[in-house]
């Protein structure tokens, strides 16, 4: 069976149903309409003789490590939710986070659970086939192992060889991904997946929309209290932007470019191959851009305490606000006055500010978000609709698929699709019209 629409719908209100009933559940009880998708991201996963290193990679570099010793998985959507069913106080439990999925999530080493925040339905679709493909790659490698190896020590004098690659049927290039997933200590977690299966359960503590929007107001509270009486959010007129958090950063502020001398001396010491790079594009050997690259190399460097220090301080000069996420939902946020753009003595040169005197008179703020998971986005931007004066736009920004395309391509959207509701919306895109930058490293 092949992934359809409906066969996808099926799969998806299956556990959604099975979960709102707020009942304790077994990983296992959702995998079946799971596994007779056939899924893109988890094509092996009907072959009992195969690892699938692709999706367990993927599923490892979502879930927090602690996920090996955890039993069960409680989701809710704020500390009261947790409390009501019995589970007090989980934010004083140790806070463990994923190497690329941003989520609020705790673990009880003793009790072994593990519990979750989720900002939208969005991160219980996430969360769910996560488990399940983690849990899936896990006991089919626990199998493969056990069918192999009879005991651990003939699977431990392996690892230092490549008999292991070879007998498990994958590529180097595969083992060393898998390895990079497990993080430093991944001999100990090769070594739990030998000893035993998982059989993880998981349980939704509340599910109602209402709950997700409890959730999101408790985050605008956190906004609207860390920056008053700087001023008062709810009165002002904003650019709403959904990125991350240090593109705008780094443009705005100019930072990373007043330190350039800093950041080539570092790398030419320490990282060799970045240096290379760099020598190329002063060269004119590659069409990237100088100020991209010192972007980019600027983040090995920027957490070191005096540096880290001094740019707090640059930001605060120029009027940047930073709000870290809550307990709730992990998105924060950055606050730009857009009368401070020409204060920056560091402004990315590329962009050209052609009314200087008009732009110091705005009272208008760059809101910019972290940008959510999923229908989060929904509740944040609705969320800020409802206790702003006025939006004055919506730019939101990042990673996109798209069928017919290379790296460094930029995609600029005048129509999206919207899988919740299976609505179609068509809109007037600005840079549609006029983009104003050229491309050299792909097409637009």
């Known amino acids: 069976m092949t992934s359809t629409i409906d066969s996808i719908d099926l799969h998806v209100r299956s556990y959604r149903s099975a979960l709102k009933s707020t009942h304790e559940l077994t990983v296992n009880s959702l995998s079946n309409s799971h596994l007779r998708l056939e899924p893109i991201l988890h094509p092996l996963a009907n072959n009992p003789f195969q690892l699938d290193v692709a999706a367990f990679v993927y599923a490892l570099l979502r879930l927090p490590a602690q996920i090996d010793q955890t039993q069960k998985i409680i989701i809710g959507q704020t500390p009261d939710v947790f409390t009501q069913a019995g589970y007090k106080q989980v934010e004083n439990w140790a806070k463990v986070e994923s190497p690329a999925r941003r989520r609020t999530t705790f673990f009880h080493s003793q ?9 939208s339905i969005s991160d219980i679709d996430d969360l769910t086939n996560l488990l399940i493909a983690y849990q899936t790659e896990w006991n089919k490698f626990h199998t493969l192992l056990k069918t192999q190896y009879k ?14 690659t070879q007998t498990l049927n ?13 993080g ?19 349980q939704l503590l509340a599910g109602s929309w209402i709950d997700y929007t409890k959730t999101t107001q408790k985050w605008w509270k956190n906004v ?30 100019g930072f990373v470019l007043k330190k350039q001398d800093f950041i080539i001396s570092q790398i030419k010491q320490d990282r060799p191959q970045l240096y290379q790079i760099w020598q190329e594009i002063q060269s004119k050997q590659l069409f990237l851009h100088q100020n991209d690259f010192l972007y980019f190399a600027s983040k090995y460097y920027l957490d070191q305490p005096k540096i880290k220090k001094e740019f707090i301080q640059y930001q605060k000069s120029l009027g940047i606000i930073y709000v870290p996420n809550s307990h709730y939902l992990d998105s924060n946020v950055q606050i730009f006055p857009v009368k401070n753009l020409v204060k920056s003595k560091h402004l990315d040169p590329r962009l050209k500010i052609t009314h200087p005197k008009k732009l110091s008179q705005s009272n208008a703020l760059i809101f910019n978000i972290d940008y ?17 004066a006025r939006v004055k736009g919506v730019y939101i920004t ?21 899988e919740h509701t299976q609505n179609t919306y068509m809109f007037n895109n600005c840079f549609n019209n006029f ?7 792909g097409s637009i």
């Open 151 to 164: 005991s651990y020590f003939k699977f431990k004098s392996d690892l230092k060889t490549d008999k292991l």
């Open 372 to 388: 959510p998971l999923g229908f989060a986005a929904y509740h944040i931007l609705t969320e800020t609709l409802e206790n702003v």
């Open 224 to 253: 609207a209290k860390t920056v008053s009486p700087n001023l008062h959010i709810s009165r002002q007129n904003i650019y709403f932007v959904s990125s991350n958090t240090h593109s705008l950063l780094n443009i705005f502020s």
């Open 398 to 418: 990042g990673k996109a698929a798209v069928l017919n395309s290379e790296i460094g391509d930029i995609q600029i959207p005048r129509l999206v699709f919207d």
């Open 435 to 441: 983009f104003p930058y050229t491309n050299n490293q």
């Open 170 to 182: 994958i590529s180097p290039q595969d083992w060393k991904s898998l390895t990079t997933a497990l």
């Open 184 to 202: 430093s200590k991944w001999p100990s977690r090769l070594q739990n997946i030998y000893q035993s299966p998982q059989n993880l359960r998981i």
């Open 111 to 119: 009790k072994h659970l593990l519990a979750s925040f989720a900002a």
